[in-house]
């Protein structure tokens, strides 16, 4: 039985970027946590109606995957640029710390939202190998709406290198994504049943499988 921590920045990161990766994990008998970073928590901006319906759309997620336990930063979305990266660090390295993962997956670098960008440079920062010898595996995913969305210069290239076989998961990752009613969307907006089974095939395509998730492995050992 291995530990898996997956970084969102936002909740529905996790299941767009490897929600059929998690949900094998689970089926080898592997231990789920997630790391939230941002939650909208402003009433005055929000709306309490939305506060609530986000909270029970984590947990119904987060007992979808059946993760052993959920970690929150509670970082205003948008605005982790503003937060201070050395507490941000902090902050990621004491869960890191607390859970010992194996394997970590975290967002793609070059994403373009800004929140995506600041925390990944925090999280590798957490990550380091010689402080954290328990973690085998670095890999990063990508993002619909996001990672596709970066502009297309040579430095922002997601070009995968390690690929999961999510044949027998997909249905369920498109389950789990739909649980964000205010995310995923009708087609042909980037987060719909249709663009996520898409990537899915393209993927697979490029691995030989029906279904794959792809990842940029950043660091292993084995």
Same mark, same amino acid.
């Not at 607390?98 to 925390?119: E, G, I, L, Q, T």
């Not at 987060?191 to 089974?197: F, H, P, Q």
């Given at each position: ?7 969102? *920045? ?8 490897c ?21 909208i @928590? ?12 986000r ?10 995957y059946?993760? @052993? ?8 979305p948008? =605005? ?6 050395? =507490? ?5 390295s004491?869960?890191v710390?607390?859970?010992k *993962?194996d394997?970590? /997956? ?6 373009v939202? #800004?929140?995506?960008?600041? #925390? ?7 990550? =380091?190998?010689?402080?954290?010898? /328990?973690?085998?595996r ?21 070009? *995968?290198?390690?690929?999961v ?10 389950q789990?994504?739909?649980? /964000?009613?205010?995310?995923? =969307?009708?087609?042909?907006? *980037?987060?719909?049943k ?16 029906? /279904? ?11």
């Amino acid at each position: 039985m291995r530990k898996i921590l997956v970084v969102a *920045p936002h909740p529905d990161d996790e299941t767009l970027g490897c929600g059929g990766t998690l949900l094998k994990h689970r089926e080898f008998g592997d231990e789920l946590f997630w790391l939230i970073l941002t939650n909208i @928590k402003d009433k005055a901006k929000w709306g309490e109606r939305k506060i609530e319906e986000r909270e029970k759309e984590i947990e119904s997620v987060s007992n979808a995957y059946r993760f @052993k336990e959920v970690f929150r930063l509670d970082i205003e979305p948008t =605005k982790v640029k503003e937060f201070p990266f050395g =507490k941000l660090v902090e902050m990621i390295s004491n869960v890191v710390k607390a859970v010992k *993962p194996d394997v970590v /997956y975290v967002h793609n670098r070059s994403d373009v939202h #800004s929140d995506h960008r600041v #925390s990944f440079e925090a999280v590798m920062s957490a990550v =380091k190998i010689f402080n954290n010898p /328990y973690i085998r595996r670095i890999l990063m995913y990508e993002t619909l709406s996001e990672t596709n969305f970066t502009p297309s210069l040579l430095e922002n290239v997601f070009l *995968p290198n390690y690929y999961v076989d999510i044949s027998d998961f997909l249905d369920v990752k498109v389950q789990i994504a739909e649980i /964000y009613k205010s995310e995923i =969307k009708e087609h042909p907006f *980037p987060r719909s049943k249709e663009s996520i089974k898409a990537l899915a095939i393209l993927r697979g395509s490029e691995a030989n499988v029906k /279904y794959a998730e792809a990842f940029i492995l950043l660091r292993g050992i084995w």
